[in-house]
Nanobody, 123 residues
């Protein structure tokens, strides 16, 4: 059974940091593009960041550029999202996703999803 399992969410004050992890099991995703999405209450799930299979290319949504960093360790079948200078508007459930192919930001382009981890940023 293929699984993506996120961890690392929690409650943090504005200006603080969190590091999310997404561990894969059931198959290797070393040649898959990996991404993070988020969904705030009452809003659609939106793209946050993505990383190519070999880590050479990264992509970010404009509002997180310079604050968030996506990385991956293929030996551990894990992708990370380092989130710094967090703002209340970053509050959401964060999901990791994977796809075999080139970068896309649309949700429908991803085949595999985790169950999500809650990030809450207090003001």
């Amino acid at each position: 059974q293929v699984q993506l399992v996120e961890s690392g969410g929690g409650l943090v004050q504005a200006g603080g940091s969190l590091r999310l992890s997404c561990a894969a099991s059931g198959r290797t995703f070393s040649n898959y593009l990996k991404a993070w999405f988020r969904q705030a209450p009452g809003k659609e799930r939106e793209f946050v960041a993505a990383i190519s299979w070999n880590g050479d290319s990264t992509y970010y949504e404009d509002s997180v550029k310079g604050r968030f960093t996506i990385s991956r360790d293929n030996a551990k079948n894990t992708v990370y999202l380092q989130m710094n200078s967090l703002k209340p508007e970053d509050t959401a459930v964060y999901y990791c996703a994977a796809r075999f192919g080139s970068y896309v930001s649309r949700r429908s382009g991803y085949n595999y999803w985790g169950q999500g981890t809650q990030v809450t940023v207090s003001s």
